[in-house]
């Protein structure tokens, strides 16, 4: 039976989100029905509303949620009503040659529904409206496939397990299990936002031996260091950010330099903080169409590498509640990472407040 639910829509590029009653279709046979309970506002849902990735609206945007079992499809049998579960944008078909051969975050299914959204589940007077990233989490209730969807220990607090959904997986993994960070390597992480933040404590999960946080906003440095950050970069507009971090290393550079606002003159800047041997790790999404330069005597001369993190390289059944694990254990910082509580209503304002770098998240509570 289809369902009213209330969602943010984003019926036009670079328009505010319309808090809508749209109707959610039911679920196919290998979907879930989930009702909401938090999800996080996260820089990407800001950049497709800004056309910087090309998700086409009209769209219920989101893709940091965590939310309770409320129906399952007549093909599901690995979830049920009232489990409690953490969305994930990246699915796995586990028939792709990526799952197959256990690369299950490059799986063909997921990359498909970052770009599409997968067949449409919600829609308005007839219009279809997509789900962003297969997961539409700015909605009461939402249909994804079950493949999406975690299940997680209810004892867990669902408005800090959102957070998982993304932020937190996306940033401690990238350092965790796409660059391998061992005891005692440096790292540099030029952008402290919620992504850069979980970067720079991965790397100290990890025993990095310096972690030097770099941004503009004074106010996100203080928080990296709350983080795990062992020294700060607040470099003046325009000022080469590098060399301050090779300054900080004795002239070497740093093992491994994370990039993660998605802009490619940082790209290049991490690239060149890197030591020889060192590896610059890319988690931020440049915009469509956006090239980096490279300074191509650095690959063979120096041996140093440009490489990309997707979703931290996680196997979600297996790290997220692994990371959840340690939370619990008050060994990973969730909780700190909460800025604001909001409604619906006021995503458009969590957008403007992320602009401003006031917040390291803004989270939804349904």
Same mark, same amino acid.
């Given at each position: 039976?289809a369902?009213?639910?209330?969602?943010?829509?984003?019926?036009a590029?670079?328009? *505010?989100?319309?808090?809508?009653?749209? +109707?959610?279709k039911?679920?196919?046979?290998?979907?879930?029905?989930?009702?909401?309970a &938090?999800?996080?506002?996260?820089?990407?849902?800001?950049?497709v509303?800004?056309?910087k990735?090309p998700?086409?609206?009209?769209a219920?945007l989101?893709?940091?949620?965590? @939310?309770?079992?409320? =129906?399952?499809?007549?093909?599901?049998?690995?979830? &049920?009503?009232?489990d409690?579960?953490?969305?994930?944008?990246?699915?796995?078909c586990?028939?792709?040659?990526?799952?197959?051969v @256990?690369r299950?975050?490059?799986?063909?299914?997921?990359?498909?529904?970052?770009?599409m959204?997968?067949?449409?589940v919600?829609e308005?007077d007839g219009?279809?409206i997509?789900?962003?990233?297969g997961?539409?989490s700015?909605?009461?209730?939402?249909?994804?496939?079950? +493949?999406?969807?975690?299940k997680?220990?209810?004892?867990?607090?669902l408005?800090?397990?959102c957070?998982?959904?993304?932020?937190?997986?996306?940033?401690?993994g990238?350092?965790?299990? +796409?660059?391998?960070?061992?005891p005692? =390597?440096?790292v540099a992480v030029?952008g402290c936002?919620g992504?850069g933040l979980?970067v720079?404590?991965? &790397?100290?999960?990890?025993?990095?031996?310096?972690?030097?946080a770099?941004d503009?906003?004074?106010?996100?440095?203080?928080?990296?260091?709350v983080?795990g950050? +062992?020294?700060?970069?607040? *470099?003046? *507009?325009?000022e080469?950010?590098a060399?301050?971090?090779? =300054?900080?290393?004795?002239?070497?550079g740093?093992?491994?330099?994370? =990039?993660?606002?998605?802009?490619?003159?940082?790209?290049t800047?991490?690239?060149?903080?890197t030591k020889?041997?060192?590896k610059? %790790?890319? %988690?931020?999404? *440049?915009?469509?169409g956006?090239?980096?330069?490279?300074p191509g005597?650095s690959?063979?001369?120096?041996?140093?590498?440009v490489? @990309?993190s997707?979703?931290?390289s &996680?196997?979600m059944r297996?790290?997220?509640?692994?990371?959840?694990?340690?939370?619990?254990?008050k060994?990973l910082k969730?909780?700190?990472?909460?800025?604001?509580?909001i409604?619906?209503d006021e995503?458009?304002?969590?957008?403007?407040?992320?602009?401003r770098?006031?917040?390291?998240?803004?989270?939804?509570v349904?």
């Amino acid at each position: 039976m289809a369902l009213s639910t209330r969602a943010a829509v984003l019926y036009a590029f670079g328009e *505010p989100l319309v808090v809508d009653t749209v +109707t959610l279709k039911p679920p196919r046979e290998d979907e879930v029905v989930v009702k909401m309970a &938090a999800s996080g506002v996260c820089h990407s849902d800001l950049s497709v509303q800004q056309a910087k990735l090309p998700f086409p609206p009209p769209a219920v945007l989101g893709h940091e949620g965590a @939310g309770v079992i409320a =129906e399952v499809g007549k093909r599901v049998t690995t979830l &049920a009503p009232g489990d409690h579960v953490v969305l994930s944008w990246v699915e796995n078909c586990g028939q792709c040659h990526y799952c197959t051969v @256990g690369r299950v975050h490059l799986c063909d299914r997921s990359q498909q529904a970052m770009m599409m959204g997968q067949e449409a589940v919600f829609e308005k007077d007839g219009i279809d409206i997509a789900r962003m990233a297969g997961v539409g989490s700015f909605a009461e209730y939402t249909v994804v496939r079950a +493949t999406a969807a975690v299940k997680i220990d209810p004892a867990i607090p669902l408005d800090r397990a959102c957070l998982v959904g993304c932020g937190v997986m996306t940033g401690v993994g990238a350092a965790v299990n +796409t660059a391998h960070v061992q005891p005692g =390597e440096t790292v540099a992480v030029f952008g402290c936002g919620g992504v850069g933040l979980n970067v720079i404590q991965g &790397a100290a999960l990890c025993g990095a031996g310096r972690i030097i946080a770099v941004d503009l906003n004074a106010k996100k440095l203080e928080l990296a260091r709350v983080f795990g950050a +062992t020294d700060v970069v607040q *470099p003046a *507009p325009g000022e080469d950010a590098a060399s301050r971090v090779r =300054e900080l290393t004795a002239g070497l550079g740093v093992d491994y330099a994370f =990039e993660v606002v998605g802009v490619p003159a940082l790209i290049t800047q991490a690239f060149l903080a890197t030591k020889r041997g060192g590896k610059a %790790v890319v %988690v931020g999404v *440049p915009p469509m169409g956006q090239d980096v330069a490279i300074p191509g005597f650095s690959l063979p001369l120096e041996e140093k590498s440009v490489i @990309g993190s997707l979703y931290g390289s &996680a196997n979600m059944r297996r790290d997220m509640p692994r990371l959840l694990d340690l939370y619990m254990q008050k060994r990973l910082k969730i909780d700190e990472l909460v800025s604001r509580r909001i409604r619906l209503d006021e995503v458009n304002g969590a957008f403007e407040a992320m602009e401003r770098g006031e917040v390291a998240r803004s989270v939804i509570v349904f």
